[in-house]
């Protein structure tokens, strides 16, 4: 059975960082596009940010391009999401989501990712 496990939430201050961590287990996600959504109360979940097969490239949202990071370890199997500057907009539940199959596409909709973690919070005061 495949997993992902989101870690790393909290509350934060204006301004702080945060590092979430996604570890999948059941298969490896070293060849498959991964990707960060978040979700804000009332509000649709959104992409974040993806990152390709081997690490060449990477897509984020204007909303947390230069914030952001994505990265990812093939050898743990975990993706995180660094998160620098947080704002009190980016109070969210965020979920990791992998492909199944493996590909070089930086995919942004949800319908492209066939795993999901279960999310963790994020709360960012002001």
């Known amino acids: 059975q495949v997993q992902l496990v989101e870690s790393g939430g909290g509350l934060v201050q204006a301004g702080g960082s945060l590092r979430l961590s996604c570890t999948a287990s059941g298969r490896s996600f070293s060849t498959n596009t991964m990707g960060w959504f978040r979700q804000a109360p009332g509000k649709g979940r959104e992409f974040v940010a993806a990152?390709?097969?081997?690490?060449?490239?990477?897509n984020y949202a204007d909303s947390v391009k230069g914030r952001f990071t994505i990265s990812k370890d093939n050898a743990k199997n975990t993706v995180y999401l660094q998160m620098n500057s947080l704002k009190p907009e980016d109070t969210a539940v965020y979920y990791c989501?992998?492909?199944?199959?493996?590909?070089?596409?930086?995919?942004?909709?949800?319908?492209?990712?066939?795993?999901w973690g279960q999310g963790t919070q994020v709360t960012v005061s002001s």
């Open positions: 989501a992998g492909t199944r199959y493996s590909g070089w596409n930086l995919y942004t909709g949800q319908s492209a990712y066939d795993y």
């Open positions: 990152f390709s097969r081997n690490g060449g490239s990477s």
